[in-house]
């Protein structure tokens, strides 16, 4: 009796190990959580990322917005941000998307998404703020 519980216990032991595993094999992490940048430059957003060592990257992207019932919206397929925007990275666990001739309206929470063979994973959101005021940046390197 006692041989078959200790059985039970490592089992469940070891597939709550297992589980764990899996769930941290996710992840996208920012060089920076929040830019500030002054309108008509260029920014450099960046990420590294992991996923499930079994699994082959399909594709990656970059995206703003993501309506709860629907994909989100790759931005090199918003004709507003053509020629604006240049993804560049490794495709391995890189990530880059450099956006020129910053606009006011450019301003938003900017996501990296990885989808690979076994599953799909989005990063939290970089804010970046455009603004056409040298002391608003000013203020907050003070």
């Not at 009796?1 to 920012?30: C, E, H, I, K």
């Not at 079994?54 to 970059?62: A, G, L, P, S």
């Not at 989808?115 to 970089?126: D, E, R």
């Amino acid at each position: 009796m006692a041989l078959r519980t200790a059985g039970s216990v490592l089992l469940v032991f070891l597939w709550s190990v297992a589980v764990d595993l899996g769930q941290d094999d996710w992840s996208v992490t920012y060089t920076h959580q929040s830019i500030c940048t002054l309108k008509g430059s260029t920014v450099n957003i960046s990420c590294s990322y992991t996923y499930p060592s079994d699994h082959k990257i399909k594709n990656t992207f970059w995206f703003i917005k993501w309506e709860s019932d629907m994909d989100p919206e790759d931005l090199s397929s918003v004709s507003r941000y053509e020629g604006q925007i240049e993804y560049f990275g490794d495709k391995k666990s890189e990530g880059s998307l450099r956006i020129t001739d910053l606009r006011l309206s450019d301003s938003a929470g900017y996501r990296f998404r990885l989808i690979t063979s076994g599953g799909k994973f989005a990063g939290s959101p970089v804010s970046l703020t455009v603004t056409g005021n040298l002391s608003h940046i000013s203020h907050l390197l003070l």
